[in-house]
């Protein structure tokens, strides 16, 4: 009996695993704002961009590429 319980269990763990491939016309969905973490939410964004800006040592550009290493 034990072992009919483990058995369901680990089926159910299983099924509970499985990855489900995103379709591309999916993709518009995930990438909207909302999506994200922390949504829309103002305060977060501006969380993130402080922690941004402090690992940088600077201020403004945050829309250019690279790192604060220099190298591009």
């Known amino acids: 009996m034990m072992r009919l ?3 369901f269990l680990l089926g ?3 099924m509970g695993c499985s990855g489900k491939k995103v379709k ?3 993709k518009e969905n995930l990438a909207q704002d909302i999506m994200q ?4 939410h ?3 964004k501006k969380f993130e961009a402080h922690v941004y800006f402090s690992k940088e040592a600077s ?3 945050s829309g250019v590429g690279g790192g604060g290493c220099g190298c591009n």
């Open 24 to 26: 591309p016309w999916e």
């Open 12 to 14: 159910v763990l299983l």
């Open 5 to 7: 319980v483990l058995l």
């Open 59 to 61: 201020r403004g550009g």
């Open 42 to 44: 103002p305060e977060v």
């Open 37 to 40: 973490y922390g949504g829309l």
